[in-house]
């Protein structure tokens, strides 16, 4: 693995590219945009603290940031395409 790819799976737990070709090819992304998407990350982590998983929780969340950062970069739309 190189050393992008090591440092994004201790980030997000996978690799970022694939995980944001994965949201892009979404129902939620095509149907509502990337808002949704983060919603429903960010139910996940919460799910995953009340689980007491807090490392997968912060995975998510990093993934949850990493699709709202490339909202801001205006590389996916926040809402309805």
Do not use: H, P
Request: hydrophobic share 45%; aromatic share 4%.
């Amino acid at each position: 693995m190189s050393t992008t790819t090591n440092r994004e799976q201790s980030m997000y737990g996978c690799v970022a590219d694939e995980f944001l070709a994965q949201i892009k090819d979404s129902c939620t992304y095509k149907m509502v945009g990337a808002n949704m998407v983060v919603a429903g990350l960010m139910s996940d982590a919460q799910e995953e603290i009340v689980m007491g998983n807090a490392e997968a929780a912060r995975l998510t969340l990093n993934r949850a940031k990493l699709v709202l950062f490339n909202v801001m970069d205006g590389n996916l739309n926040a809402g309805r395409q």
